[in-house]
């Protein structure tokens, strides 16, 4: 259910907008969005699994705080990442 390191380093060279960039809101999203469609696809199949359900929930909510930082800061960039991770909004 975690993300292995060169999946993590994939998404980070794919949506940093400069170099080492690790903790840009596109980055932090994109890892993000990553690890809540791992956790949705473990859902399929363990649907009583409550205590990562949890987990998935924190996910989504820190992501979402995320968005709100971006929408409020650069909503150019915020419908860049809508659209680029196909968040619905």
């Known amino acids: ?6 999946k993590k ?3 980070i060279k794919k949506y940093a907008t400069k170099k080492d960039d690790t903790g840009s809101p596109e980055v932090q999203i994109a890892i993000l969005t990553f690890r809540i469609t791992v956790l949705t696809g473990h859902f399929k199949e363990h649907h009583k699994d409550n205590h990562s359900r949890r987990g998935l929930i924190a996910l989504v909510n820190r992501r979402r ?3 709100d930082y971006l929408k409020k800061n650069d909503f150019a960039r915020y419908q860049a990442v809508l659209q680029e991770h196909g968040i619905r909004k």
């Not at 259910?1 to 060169?6: L, P, R, V, Y």
């Open 1 to 6: 259910m975690s993300i292995t390191a060169e």
């Open 9 to 11: 380093q994939e998404l």
């Open 65 to 67: 705080r995320l968005l």
